[in-house]
């Protein structure tokens, strides 16, 4: 079953979160020369008009990207982040374009970089294989992501970022990421994960939390947006990215941006946020 399309939630409070953590974790990969492997398991199209027909009848970009946008006192690092965003928008002062993680990764691999994007809806395939058939170090396959970390780990590179965003749409994700990372892993110890999750039930969120401190994986860093307290009721009330082996500058980055965010993002003041070790070094 594949009814998930991302483009009904391209720009969303939780796609901000995901793609500063990606663009952060990248931008300390680009510390050393060496190139590196990035992995995208679950793609989507890689680029999305927030003007389209989706994106217009859910607008949770309005309530994401869009209240960034015309901000003059973004820390630095999110500012970084909106002129991605900027860039993609043609520099233009109209929001009308939203990049996914595919795109921002692209933005920033260099020539010795490589990346690798998986996608399996029908409809969203060809999309985004068309979105990056001008990237010559990108490949796009349409398959199983999650079987992507037994194909292509360990990179012949040694170092690289694997991005995992399955849309949890079926239960059993939860469970998929933890073997997927349990098997990832055991082939590529030293690479990078980073795991996004929403906060729909916390029960969910705190299985796969408990599933993956019990792999006994060690550095692995959660941090959680939370736009109103943990519910029963239907809908995600937060969202977060676990990283293993993060870079050492990730915490302390993210401890303050996430301040700023929280209150920007959730005027209404509902919100919260947390980074936390799950397991430390
Ligand atoms: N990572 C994207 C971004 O940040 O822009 C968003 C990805 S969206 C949350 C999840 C995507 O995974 C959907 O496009 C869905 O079609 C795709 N998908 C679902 N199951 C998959 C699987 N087993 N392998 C690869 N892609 C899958």
Not at 54 to 73: H, N, P, Q, S, V
Not at 112 to 127: N, V
């Amino acid at each position: 079953m594949l009814s998930y399309r991302h483009s009904f939630h391209a720009g969303n409070h939780a796609d901000v979160v995901k793609h500063i953590v990606e663009m952060l974790i990248i931008e300390n990969l680009k510390q050393k020369e060496k190139g590196f492997y990035y992995l995208d398991t679950h793609s989507g199209v890689g680029r999305y008009r927030l003007f389209s027909e989706e994106a217009e009848k859910t607008a949770e970009f309005r309530e994401g990207i869009a209240r960034l946008w015309e901000r003059d006192d973004l820390p630095e690092e999110v500012q970084r982040y909106i002129n991605m965003i900027k860039k993609l928008n043609y520099g233009g002062k109209e929001l009308r374009y939203y990049a996914g993680s595919p795109l921002i990764a692209a933005q920033m691999l260099r020539t010795q970089d490589r990346g690798s994007l998986t996608e399996l809806h029908p409809a969203d395939y060809p999309i985004l294989r068309n979105n990056f058939k001008e990237f010559h170090n990108i490949m796009v396959k349409r398959d199983d992501g999650f079987q992507q970390l037994k194909a292509t780990l360990p990179p012949k590179e040694r170092r690289g970022l694997v991005l995992i965003d399955p849309p949890y749409e079926m239960k059993e994700d939860y469970d998929l990421v933890v073997n997927a990372i349990e098997e990832g892993y055991k082939r590529f110890a030293t690479g990078i994960y980073a795991i996004w999750y929403p906060v729909v039930l916390r029960q969910q969120t705190k299985r796969m939390v408990k599933g993956l401190k019990d792999t006994g994986i060690r550095k692995i860093l959660q941090i959680e947006l939370a736009v109103r307290p943990d519910s029963d009721q239907r809908g995600m009330t937060a969202s977060g990215m676990i990283v293993i082996n993060p870079p050492w500058q990730l915490e302390a980055q993210m401890k303050k941006i996430l301040p700023y965010l929280v209150n920007v993002l959730v005027p209404e003041g509902t919100g919260s946020w947390s980074v936390n070790w799950i397991t430390p070094e």
